[in-house]
């Protein structure tokens, strides 16, 4: 299980800090059918669109390397809350 | 990018927002069924790979990307109601830490990529584990389930508009165009469920839940889970 743990959060660290600077930019699926038939417009911001991390970035800012690492951060919460969660859920096993 | 603020009326986000907390409560209590000391630790991994996965987009091709949902792999791994679990603990760290998917909004994300193709991807990858005996039997079958949890969250949210979004829009065509797209971007899914699916079951098929009562899975080494 530790094995498989290990190789899993490696993935999850590659993926988002390094692979997702290749990630396409282009509009997803959803977004791209907004656009073509005209309720892209109707989009707000959300609440959190002041939150530091904000799209995927540190503090707005391009560099490649304040993509990696608002990655690497949601890698680290995410685990966090995931397996606490998971745990609390499963409660004390015999 | 997930549903944003501002497409689904207030009326219709809370009424998602309510549907999805109230089968999410039931979730938790049947996912204790499912999670043992070693499903537990496989819900939090998926969780952290489904959330890296998401954000690596792959063109479809029209100036158009797509990006796995992991509902299906979620599903298939741990269990329908863990699964629903993994999916919205991602989506609420991306709408809070990263303003991806409104706020307003999540209860809509919810019900369309932590129930629906959840339940999706489910439903088909038991349906076809029983015709399977190799792991990469259960890839294919996997590749299907989550082929299909795509097109199938995709029209949820078509539904959810017909309901109430808030711009005025010919119904047909957005469903034909939301349902092509995702057909495209399911391939990416399918795919990517597959191989990681195929690759797990082949070394570790005593704790995959979708394989419970299946060839792939023998009695003796299902876990067995006492209740407290």
Redesign the interface.
Known sequence: ?KR??LL??T???V??GG??L?????????????Q????A?????????G?V????TVAGSDAPLSGAM??L???V???A???????L?????? | ???????IDLPVSLAALLVAAGILAIA?VK??AD????T??????????I???Q??????GA?????LIGAALAAILVGPW?GM??LT??LT???????????SALGINVVNLAIVAVLVGWVVFRLGVRFVGTPAGAGVVAGVAGFLSVPAA?MS?VAEYALG???P??LE??AA??GG??L??GVGEGIITGLVVSA?VA??PD?VVGLRGSRLQPAAATAQ??P?
Not at chain 1, 36 to 39: E, K, L, P
């Open positions: 299980m498989l743990v899993g959060l993935m999850a660290v993926l988002a692979l997702s290749y990630a396409s930019s282009a509009p997803d699926g959803l977004e791209r059918v907004a073509d038939h005209g309720f417009a109707a989009g707000t911001e959300s609440a959190a669109a939150a991390l904000a799209d995927y608002a990655g951060i949601g890698v919460v995410t685990a809350v995931g397996f606490g969660l998971f745990r859920i499963r409660g004390r096993q015999n | 990018m997930h549903v944003p603020d501002g497409f938790v996912a204790r999670l043992d000391d070693r537990a630790p496989l819900a939090g991994l998926s969780a952290v790979f959330f890296a996965a954000m690596v987009n792959f063109p479809v100036g158009t990307s797509g990006h863990a679990l993994v603990v991602v760290i991306q709408a809070l830490l990263f303003a991806d998917g409104g706020l995709a949210f979004g808030t711009a829009v010919s065509a957005v165009a939301m797209v995702h495209l971007i797990v070394s570790r704790i889970v006492v407290a």
